[in-house]
């Protein structure tokens, strides 16, 4: 048993032993189904702290030769497969984390030679003869010589194969390099059984094509059937919340929103696990990364990027073309392909069916305030620092109080165009910031005879507060608003509140550019 080569499964049973461990055992009924067959390539793209060394872990103790894993793996989902005994510890594995390799390594080429060095100093502790037939020749040919002594194939689990593309940014050399010897290394051997390869990145491309085109890629974009594997799903997290004695709805509140295949509720791993250790809800991920590395990405200087960012605030989606992005993190040709970025970097969420992004929860939503205050934004903060007393006033029904406050909102995102409906919808929904502290909002929700503009529901631990329903016009009245809300029975769709609901409608005469404001109480 070695380090890189044949390693032990300490770091998958330190998972197992952990007070929360949630069971994704059954991605190995995958891997298994294609290993020896022209699918055995996997590429899995992750954002950070999303289970992806844990799983790669897993995988090393499962095929790694001679690890006796069979305890271990005793009370999983998995032992149920018929494929389980079949594959159990029965392979070479070779496990190598790149971002160890480089951060020891001057360039690419000795990179290599270390991770040579290190899997021959494992092959010179096996009982073989073979080491020194083999020391002086190259990597391909040692793992070839050792394949046809022994005829046992070998499983490549690769953590962090995308390091290259995020710390040699602009070195294309550097990167070509890379994936020219990964190629080398593993398309077309006789000894792969199966490559597993993580990282936060998609294969990149050169062109329209790759030089790792063998690979089946599951990412946030298209996660495929491996989707359940991407976070903790709704039944997970529901299971724990039971368990711990943790409130659901707030959990999904701060850390859900990342809907893959069919819709299904997605959850950040790491921060659901941190809130129930620590009995506290609070932004976990977003604090393993400054918001450094969010701003630098919406400060550029693309087109309609700065509109979209306000849009995405307000609670909007934004509609993206995904396939111009050749994955990597200094080349892009517009917005889409930086809004593209942050779906694989976490920081918002793809609707696979719709073609649209969006901010998933409310620790990301945070993040995207501290990026746009660091970024100097300052039409847009002044916004949001006004946005609690524009909801205190709505509350209290000052109607002039809050068309003021609409009126200034709308002169800090001036830039905006504000045309119709919509843009006006987009204004009001950034200038209620901040209640999304208390509330669900709900933009065009079917509510009795027609869909309301925007509807306020009251989270579950402030039912104290009024549910409002917010209809917005158009050069016309705000009084012809609240009669629309009546006249279609809106309220009735909020029958759980309907003692406590206010009817706020708005409207924006374009030739006096002036916001009107009545507030009734339902």
């Given at each position: 048993?070695?380090?890189?080569?044949?390693?032990?499964?300490?770091?998958?049973?330190?998972?197992?032993?952990?007070e929360i461990y949630v069971d994704k055992s059954e991605l190995i009924s995958y891997t298994n189904r294609v290993l020896n067959t022209k699918q055995k390539f996997i590429c899995i793209s992750r954002p950070r702290r999303f289970g992806k060394t844990m799983a790669a872990e897993m995988l090393a103790a499962y095929y790694s030769l001679d690890c006796n894993s069979d305890i271990l793996f005793s009370h999983l989902k998995i032992v149920k497969d018929p494929s389980f005994l079949g594959n159990l510890n029965k392979y070479n594995v070779i496990f190598l984390n790149i971002q160890q390799f480089l951060s020891e390594s001057d360039d690419?080429?000795?990179?290599?030679?270390?991770?040579?060095?290190?899997?021959?100093?494992?092959?010179?502790?096996?009982?073989?003869?073979?080491?020194?037939?083999?020391?002086?020749?190259?990597?391909?040919?040692?793992?070839?010589?050792?394949?046809?002594?022994?005829?046992?194939?070998?499983?490549?689990?690769?953590?962090?194969?995308?390091?290259?593309?995020?710390?040699?940014?602009?070195?294309?050399?550097?990167?070509?390099?890379?994936?020219?010897?990964?190629?080398?290394?593993?398309?077309?051997?006789?000894?792969?059984?199966?490559?597993?390869?993580?990282?936060?990145?998609?294969?990149?491309?050169?062109?329209?094509?790759?030089?790792?085109?063998?690979?089946?890629?599951?990412?946030?974009?298209?996660?495929?059937?491996?989707?359940?594997?991407?976070?903790?799903?709704?039944?997970?997290?529901?299971?724990?919340?039971?368990?711990?004695?943790?409130?659901?709805?707030?959990?999904?509140?701060?850390?859900?929103?990342?809907?893959?295949?069919?819709?299904?509720?997605?959850?950040?791993?790491?921060?659901?696990?941190?809130?129930?250790?620590?009995?506290?809800?609070?932004?976990?991920?977003?604090?393993?990364?400054?918001?450094?590395?969010?701003?630098?990405?919406?400060?550029?200087?693309?087109?309609?990027?700065?509109?979209?960012?306000?849009?995405?605030?307000?609670?909007?989606?934004?509609?993206?073309?995904?396939?111009?992005?050749?994955?990597?993190?200094?080349?892009?040709?517009?917005?889409?392909?930086?809004?593209?970025?942050?779906?694989?970097?976490?920081?918002?969420?793809?609707?696979?069916?719709?073609?649209?992004?969006?901010?998933?929860?409310?620790?990301?939503?945070?993040?995207?305030?501290?990026?746009?205050?660091?970024?100097?934004?300052?039409?847009?903060?002044?916004?949001?620092?006004?946005?609690?007393?524009?909801?205190?006033?709505?509350?209290?029904?000052?109607?002039?109080?809050?068309?003021?406050?609409?009126?200034?909102?709308?002169?800090?995102?001036?830039?905006?165009?504000?045309?119709?409906?919509?843009?006006?919808?987009?204004?009001?929904?950034?200038?209620?910031?901040?209640?999304?502290?208390?509330?669900?909002?709900?933009?065009?929700?079917?509510?009795?005879?027609?869909?309301?503009?925007?509807?306020?529901?009251?989270?579950?631990?402030?039912?104290?507060?009024?549910?409002?329903?917010?209809?917005?016009?158009?050069?016309?009245?705000?009084?012809?608003?609240?009669?629309?809300?009546?006249?279609?029975?809106?309220?009735?769709?909020?029958?759980?509140?309907?003692?406590?609901?206010?009817?706020?409608?708005?409207?924006?005469?374009?030739?006096?550019?002036?916001?009107?404001?009545?507030?009734?109480?339902?």
């Amino acid at each position: 048993m070695g380090f890189y080569l044949n390693p032990s499964n300490k770091g998958f049973a330190e998972s197992i032993h952990s007070e929360i461990y949630v069971d994704k055992s059954e991605l190995i009924s995958y891997t298994n189904r294609v290993l020896n067959t022209k699918q055995k390539f996997i590429c899995i793209s992750r954002p950070r702290r999303f289970g992806k060394t844990m799983a790669a872990e897993m995988l090393a103790a499962y095929y790694s030769l001679d690890c006796n894993s069979d305890i271990l793996f005793s009370h999983l989902k998995i032992v149920k497969d018929p494929s389980f005994l079949g594959n159990l510890n029965k392979y070479n594995v070779i496990f190598l984390n790149i971002q160890q390799f480089l951060s020891e390594s001057d360039d690419i080429n000795s990179m290599f030679s270390n991770i040579q060095d290190a899997l021959l100093n494992d092959i010179s502790e096996m009982d073989l003869d073979i080491y020194e037939k083999v020391k002086s020749h190259s990597l391909t040919h040692i793992l070839r010589s050792l394949y046809r002594l022994t005829h046992i194939s070998f499983v490549f689990i690769i953590d962090e194969w995308d390091c290259i593309f995020r710390e040699y940014q602009t070195d294309k050399i550097a990167q070509k390099q890379f994936l020219d010897k990964l190629r080398n290394l593993l398309k077309d051997q006789e000894y792969i059984a199966l490559t597993y390869m993580t990282g936060i990145l998609p294969i990149h491309k050169y062109g329209t094509h790759s030089a790792l085109n063998m690979f089946d890629e599951f990412s946030m974009t298209d996660p495929s059937f491996l989707s359940e594997y991407v976070g903790f799903t709704e039944n997970e997290v529901t299971e724990l919340c039971a368990r711990y004695q943790i409130d659901c709805d707030e959990m999904a509140f701060w850390y859900e929103g990342y809907k893959l295949m069919d819709k299904q509720p997605v959850y950040n791993p790491r921060s659901v696990v941190t809130a129930i250790l620590r009995r506290r809800f609070n932004n976990y991920w977003t604090k393993t990364e400054s918001y450094e590395a969010l701003k630098i990405y919406i400060e550029m200087n693309f087109e309609g990027l700065k509109d979209s960012i306000i849009e995405l605030l307000a609670g909007g989606r934004k509609k993206i073309n995904i396939n111009r992005f050749v994955n990597d993190m200094v080349t892009f040709a517009d917005l889409d392909d930086v809004l593209t970025l942050l779906v694989h970097l976490g920081y918002l969420g793809y609707d696979i069916d719709e073609k649209e992004v969006f901010i998933p929860n409310k620790e990301i939503y945070d993040e995207f305030v501290n990026a746009v205050e660091g970024a100097s934004w300052d039409e847009i903060v002044q916004t949001l620092k006004k946005s609690d007393e524009l909801l205190k006033a709505t509350w209290r029904k000052d109607e002039k109080a809050v068309a003021r406050y609409i009126e200034a909102s709308h002169m800090d995102i001036s830039h905006l165009k504000y045309s119709d409906e919509n843009s006006l919808s987009c204004v009001i929904s950034l200038a209620y910031y901040s209640a999304r502290q208390y509330y669900t909002i709900i933009r065009e929700m079917p509510t009795g005879e027609g869909f309301a503009d925007l509807v306020f529901l009251p989270r579950k631990n402030y039912l104290d507060k009024p549910a409002m329903i917010i209809e917005l016009k158009w050069d016309k009245s705000a009084g012809g608003a609240i009669k629309q809300i009546e006249r279609r029975k809106y309220p009735e769709a909020l029958h759980d509140f309907k003692e406590n609901i206010l009817l706020v409608g708005i409207n924006y005469d374009k030739k006096s550019k002036k916001h009107e404001c009545i507030i009734k109480q339902s």
